[in-house]
C-alpha cells in the first residue's frame, strides 16, 4: 500500500504494515510511519489508522501552484535585483505565504506582498561579501498551514566590476515547448524553451538585440522582437505560437479530397 494514498483506513490480513508498528488501539498522527507503540494484538484483523494530509505524502492534491519569473538572476556583489512569484489558483488557494531557504550566507529575499495573492515581487539582495557563483534558493508557499508548493531561484552572484543582465520570455501555444530561440545582437546565442515555453538568456551586457523563435511546422507571432539593456534585465518578451501543418489527401475510391489545414479535416465531395 503506497504511502499517503489513503489518510485512513482498516488495515486486516494481508495488508503490509512497517515495522516497529504494533496494533490495537487506533492511532492519528501526522505520518503513517510514525506509529507509537500501541497496546499490542496479535492478530491482524483490526487496526483503524487515520493521519493528517501532509504535502509529502503521495497523492495529494496541490491547491496552487509558484512558478519564478524569471527563473534566473544575475546579482553583482554588493546589489540586488528582482523576480516575480506568480500563484496560480488551482484547487481554491489564491493566497499563500511565502518565505525562502538555501540562500548563502550575505543573500536576503523579500516578498511584496506577502501573502502572494497572485503575482507577488521578490527582492533579491547580495552582500558585498558573497562569494562569486551559482546558487539555489527554495521558495515556499503555505495556504491555511495544510496546502504547501515549492519552487525555486536560480541565483548567479557576479563580481561586482562586470554587470551583467538577462532577457527572458514566454512562448504560448503547442509550438512553445521545445521551440529554439536565437539571440542576436551585441551577444549571439541560442537557448530552447522548456515544457511551459519559457526561456531566458543570461550574462548579457547593455546594448541592443533580436530575439527570434523557431520550431519546425510552427509560425510564431511577432516573428521577432528587438529589446535594448540599458542597466537593467529585460522580461516579458513573449510569442505566440500556431501550427502550420497542412495535407491533402486523394481518395479515388470514395471519391473525396481531405484537406487538412493543421487544426482538423475539411471533407470536399468530388463532383466528377
Given at each position: 500500500m503506497p504511502a499517503g494514498l489513503v489518510?485512513?483506513?482498516?488495515?486486516?490480513?494481508?495488508?503490509?504494515?512497517?515495522l516497529p508498528h504494533q496494533f490495537g488501539n487506533p492511532v492519528s498522527l501526522p505520518e503513517p510511519f510514525g506509529?507509537?507503540?500501541?497496546?499490542?494484538?496479535?492478530?491482524?484483523?483490526?487496526?483503524?489508522?487515520?493521519?493528517?494530509?501532509?504535502?509529502?505524502?503521495?497523492?495529494?492534491?496541490?491547491?496552487?501552484?509558484?512558478?519564478?519569473?524569471?527563473?534566473?538572476v544575475i546579482i553583482m556583489r554588493g546589489g540586488?535585483?528582482?523576480?516575480?512569484?506568480?500563484?496560480?489558483?488551482?484547487?481554491?488557494?489564491?493566497?499563500?505565504?511565502?518565505?525562502?531557504?538555501?540562500?548563502?550566507?550575505?543573500?536576503?529575499?523579500?516578498f511584496a506582498p506577502n501573502p502572494d495573492t497572485g503575482t507577488s515581487v521578490a527582492m533579491v539582495t547580495v552582500?558585498?561579501?558573497?562569494?562569486?557563483g551559482k546558487y539555489t534558493i527554495g521558495i515556499e508557499g503555505s495556504a491555511s498551514g495544510v496546502n504547501v508548493e515549492w519552487t525555486k531561484i536560480h541565483l548567479v552572484v557576479v563580481s561586482s566590476g562586470v554587470a551583467t543582465y538577462s532577457i527572458s520570455g514566454n512562448i504560448s501555444g503547442a509550438g512553445g515547448p521545445g521551440a529554439t530561440v536565437t539571440l542576436?545582437?551585441?551577444?549571439?546565442?541560442?537557448?530552447?524553451?522548456?515544457?511551459?515555453?519559457?526561456?531566458?538568456?543570461s550574462g548579457l551586457s547593455n546594448g541592443s538585440y533580436t530575439i527570434t523563435p523557431s520550431k519546425a511546422t510552427y509560425s510564431f507571432v511577432p516573428t521577432s522582437q528587438n529589446e535594448t539593456i540599458s542597466g537593467g534585465s529585460i522580461t516579458g518578451v513573449n510569442f505566440t505560437s500556431a501550427s502550420n501543418a497542412y495535407g491533402i489527401e486523394l481518395n479515388n475510391g470514395s471519391g473525396l479530397i481531405e484537406l487538412n489545414d493543421g487544426s482538423g479535416y475539411i471533407l470536399l465531395q468530388n463532383q466528377n
Amino acid at each position: 500500500m503506497p504511502a499517503g494514498l489513503v489518510r485512513s483506513g482498516d488495515f486486516r490480513k494481508g495488508s503490509p504494515i512497517l515495522l516497529p508498528h504494533q496494533f490495537g488501539n487506533p492511532v492519528s498522527l501526522p505520518e503513517p510511519f510514525g506509529n507509537v507503540m500501541p497496546q499490542s494484538n496479535p492478530t491482524l484483523n483490526s487496526n483503524p489508522v487515520t493521519w493528517l494530509p501532509s504535502p509529502s505524502h503521495f497523492g495529494n492534491q496541490v491547491a496552487f501552484s509558484l512558478q519564478v519569473v524569471p527563473p534566473v538572476v544575475i546579482i553583482m556583489r554588493g546589489g540586488s535585483q528582482t523576480t516575480s512569484v506568480v500563484l496560480t489558483n488551482l484547487l481554491g488557494s489564491n493566497s499563500a505565504t511565502l518565505t525562502y531557504s538555501g540562500a548563502p550566507a550575505g543573500v536576503t529575499v523579500s516578498f511584496a506582498p506577502n501573502p502572494d495573492t497572485g503575482t507577488s515581487v521578490a527582492m533579491v539582495t547580495v552582500g558585498a561579501s558573497v562569494p562569486i557563483g551559482k546558487y539555489t534558493i527554495g521558495i515556499e508557499g503555505s495556504a491555511s498551514g495544510v496546502n504547501v508548493e515549492w519552487t525555486k531561484i536560480h541565483l548567479v552572484v557576479v563580481s561586482s566590476g562586470v554587470a551583467t543582465y538577462s532577457i527572458s520570455g514566454n512562448i504560448s501555444g503547442a509550438g512553445g515547448p521545445g521551440a529554439t530561440v536565437t539571440l542576436s545582437g551585441t551577444s549571439s546565442g541560442t537557448t530552447t524553451a522548456d515544457g511551459s515555453g519559457n526561456y531566458f538568456f543570461s550574462g548579457l551586457s547593455n546594448g541592443s538585440y533580436t530575439i527570434t523563435p523557431s520550431k519546425a511546422t510552427y509560425s510564431f507571432v511577432p516573428t521577432s522582437q528587438n529589446e535594448t539593456i540599458s542597466g537593467g534585465s529585460i522580461t516579458g518578451v513573449n510569442f505566440t505560437s500556431a501550427s502550420n501543418a497542412y495535407g491533402i489527401e486523394l481518395n479515388n475510391g470514395s471519391g473525396l479530397i481531405e484537406l487538412n489545414d493543421g487544426s482538423g479535416y475539411i471533407l470536399l465531395q468530388n463532383q466528377n
